[in-house]
Each structure stands twice: as C-alpha cells, then as structure tokens.
C-alpha cells in the first residue's frame, strides 16, 4: 500500500518486475511517437486552419465587423442581422457573450477570408456538421480562407466553456448555391 512507508528503506534499488518494465518501455515509445505525430501533423495533417493571426483590440474589430454589416445585410432573423458579403472578400465573424454576430451568408464554391475575434474572453468556433475547431481569443484576429464546397446551412457552437450562457451560443453560417 502507497499509504503506509516502504518496507525496504531502499526500494528504488530493487529489481523492477518484467511485466512493469515492458509497460515503462511501451509507454516511453509511445509517448515519443505521439510526440512525432504533432510534429508531423503540423505538415501532413491540414489542420493548421489559422495561418495568419493577428493583434487586435476588440473594439477595432467590432468596428470592421460592423463596417460589413452595415454594407452587406440582406435581411433580418430573430434580431440577427444575415450579411452577404462580397465574393472574395473578407467576412467577419464577432465571438462575444453569448452569440455568434452576425448570420453569415455565403456562396458555394467561392473563397472567402475569415475573421475571428473575440470581444470579451475565449471562446471556440466549432462548424457543425463539418467539425472544423478554431480558438477565438479576445485581442487576436484569427484569419483563414474559406470555400464552402457544400450549400446548406450551418451551425456554430461554442465549444470551449465561456460561463452561464455558454450552451446557448449557437450561430449560423449559410452556403447558398
Ligand atoms: Cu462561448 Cu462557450
């Protein structure tokens, strides 16, 4: 038992048993090819969705946001103003207690670039049904491309904890043909 002291003073001098010898070795090896996994992923895995990152204060980016939705609303959906911006451009997307602002409209097969911040604390982009996972932290401008090559509509749920309304932090992104 762990509780009471060793019987032997020095027990660290006693043969290891080969059993728990076999399983140090395969843990050791293990954890080195988990270690080279991340190295390798980072190259092979096209999961580096964010390759560009930049500061920004929140309120300069609430100011970019709403510059594009002043421009590109279609219409609105449960107070939700739904933006449709230009091919090609860049479209922002505000992470804040505990929405996701605003509705995003896009079209299929066309690029776009995204922006993601944060106005008060962490938050975390997660695309549904795609499953395509982003951190979004206030005082950063995460920016990545983006072609839809599917139409329909998509869900965005927070997926990092961000207190009491955390569940109810559900957006929308819409790919229209
Ligand atoms: Cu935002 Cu959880």
Redesign the pocket.
């Known amino acids: 038992m762990a509780i009471s002291p060793p019987t032997e003073r020095i027990w660290w001098k006693e043969p290891i048993a080969r059993v728990e010898l076999i399983w140090i070795v395969i843990a050791f090896v293990w954890g080195l090819v988990m270690f080279s996994m991340m190295i390798y992923w980072h190259g092979a895995g096209e999961q580096n969705l964010s390759s560009e990152a930049y500061k920004i204060k929140p309120q300069a980016f609430a100011q970019k946001a709403q510059t594009m939705i002043d421009q590109y609303t279609v219409r609105q959906e449960g107070g939700f103003p739904v933006v449709r911006p230009p091919v090609g451009s860049d479209v922002y997307l505000i992470?804040r207690?505990?929405q996701w602002w605003p509705i995003l409209e896009l079209e299929k097969d066309q690029s776009y670039r995204l922006h993601l911040s944060s106005m008060d604390w962490q938050?975390?982009f997660s695309l549904q049904p795609v499953n395509i996972n982003v951190q979004v932290h206030p005082g950063y401008e995460m920016v990545m491309k983006l072609k839809p090559n599917q139409s329909g509509e998509y869900g965005v749920v927070?997926?990092?904890?961000?207190?009491i309304g955390?569940h109810t932090?559900v957006g929308r992104i819409y790919v229209v043909e």
């Open positions: 992470a207690l505990w938050h975390g927070c997926n990092e904890f961000c207190g955390h932090m």
